[in-house]
């Protein structure tokens, strides 16, 4: 896990928004489903905010017992989001929204965190 706390606003990160869905709107959803006799899915992406490239140049500390020996004062550089950054919610609803909007998904105006 990355330092987030460690971050400043403007320098390492820019924007940490990243939209949900509305309590309300997942209730009718279900409701919708049960009195149509749908089928739900649900799923959780466990790695998600560690598949979205940085737009920032962002070093952390090597991890502990994974120092090279005569290397100790050395950082690393991360290519892609790390959980932790602040800006990896954010990074990671972009790249999903690409990956829906790309494959014919619409964006619901009332509720941004839904996709039809």
């Known amino acids: 896990m990355a330092k987030g706390y460690t971050q400043k606003e403007g320098e390492d990160f820019f924007d940490t928004y990243s939209p949900v869905a ?14 149509y006799g749908l089928i739900v899915h649900q799923m959780d992406v466990k790695i998600a905010f560690l598949n979205r490239e940085l737009e920032e140049e962002i070093y952390v ?9 005569g290397q100790e004062g050395k950082v690393c550089k991360l290519l892609k989001s790390l959980y932790g ?8 609803h972009e790249k999903f929204d690409r990956t829906l909007t790309s494959a014919s998904f619409i964006v619901n105006e009332a509720d941004k965190g839904v996709y039809y």
């Open 85 to 92: 950054l602040k800006q990896a919610p954010k990074q990671w």
């Open 22 to 35: 509305r309590l309300t709107t997942i209730r009718v959803l279900l409701s919708l489903a049960a009195s």
């Open 61 to 69: 500390d090597q991890p502990d017992r994974f120092v090279a020996n």
